[in-house]
């Protein structure tokens, strides 16, 4: 029987990357992808940050998803925790999985056997907010913001955003994995490979394995 599993995405960057590992991990599965691009906009300008009103309209995306027949629901966004916690309250016999979910259960796993901690870069700065309490207290998380990249990707300088990423990660020092927190940034990690030793951990391959793994035995 195929698998239908909702896409959905507060940035349009996350779109290609998600895809692009699905069409390596589990191309069978059948994919819808969700677009509310207002959702980041909305959220940088916020008083209240994550608020109740933020809450409502996740819930609302995904009522939606499961109406049109989704089987399970994976968020590509890594700044809207909370939100997404209470889609998993009210949709607890569904797999609703945050984007970050799979690849920091990698992270601590890899920072267990070290130093206990993990370099978190992110070029969307509310997710060095939200992103940090999903790791265990025992790992600590290094914040870092790489200036500029998302900027550079939105105005489809590419290049000039896995260089950005390249030119952070080469700079980080006494970590046991370097996490790049967005599906956006998954495109740099070949970049940042290619300057450090540490381990880099992305999000869209870890995530597709999570979630084929509710479904395929």
Known sequence: MMVRIALIHALVHSIHPIN???DQGWPDCERMNLLDDSLSADLARAPHGLDDAM???FLSLADY???TGAQGILFTCSAFGPCIDAVRRKWPSLPVLKPNDAMIEEAVAIARAGRRRVAL???YAPTLVSMPPEFPPDIEVVPI????AMKALNERQAETHDRLIASVAANVRDVDAIAL???SMARGASAASAVTAVPI???PDSAV???KKRFVA
């Not at 913001?145 to 500029?148: E, G, I, Q, T």
């Open 20 to 22: 692009e590992a699905f």
């Open 55 to 57: 809450t409502a309209r």
């Open 65 to 67: 998803a499961i109406g």
């Open 121 to 123: 870069l992110a070029t």
């Open 145 to 148: 913001l790489v200036p500029d």
């Open 181 to 183: 927190a967005q599906f």
């Open 201 to 203: 951990l992305t999000t």
């Open 209 to 211: 394995r999570a979630m």
